[in-house]
């Protein structure tokens, strides 16, 4: 397995994470028991990753601490914790107290059965809700750190409701993030003059999320999401060419489905330092840490891509 350092974390991790999240749920979604997600999750570290994202919303994180007793000293940790109270909008404005945030903080210490969490995210950030997460839950992120209950600080967008990435532009105005997840993949790379630009000026680590998702898993739902962007005049295809728009991903000498194509993408994107993938089936999680080990697409693939897609900013392909 190949590894980065994590922007200014200096952590030297996986470029394939297991994202714990998602639909799959390491499978709970899918009626699997908590030994065949453990399973799961040992299956990504024997392959060589050492990057584990999950959240307190996932339900997952007593699922990755069984996982990582024996081996939590080499295993990178990160987790988020919502902003809002439970049982309130996710986008409202019912705000956690510090004191709460910080008894929920610690609630996810427990269930991961470990002393520290690696990286510890704001979960979810909308444009309107960052400003309170500024003043009043980053200072005790802060104090956190300093009990070294948490080792770094991070902030993750709602992609699927920010799809140009207004919170984050604004957060990346304030030099206090260590890391930050985007949203980013072949239909969607809006990231790329933006968000990636501004960290790696400014040294943060970079988790990409929504690398492949529902518009990518099928011909039919592409071509939903192809015809959505046809309307709203975002991409400029005819509808012959709709109908087969991501074919010559599948070329010869290309890749051998899109679902390849899509993770070999967003791996080779410079400011991307770990790729998030997650699903409930071992079989395809080997797959696409297969696909992260492969090369960069041919460029000629990448120009195409960039032809068809390159204006797009908001569509999460969700």
Known sequence: MQTTKLGRTELDVSIAGLGCGGHARLGQSYGHSTDQSVELVKTALDAGVNFVDTAAVYGTENIV???????????????????????????????LSAEMFTTRVEDSLRRLGTDYIDVMHLHGVMADQYSY?????VPAMLKLRDQGKIRFIGLTERFIEDTNHTMLLRAL???????IMTGFNMINPSARHSILKKTQENNVGTLNMFAVRRALGSRAATVEIITELQKGDQIDLSDEQAENALEFLTDPDVASSVIEAAYRFCRHEPGIDIVLTGTGSAKHLTENIAALKMPPLPDKVQDRLRDIFGNVDSVSGN
């Open 65 to 95: 601490g069984q996982a990582i007793s024996t081996c939590r000293e080499w295993v990178v940790v990160s987790t988020k914790q919502g902003i809002v109270q439970p049982g309130t909008s996710a986008l409202g404005q019912a705000f």
């Open 173 to 179: 105005k304030d030099d206090i993030w260590d890391v």
């Open 133 to 137: 997460c500024l003043a009043e839950l």
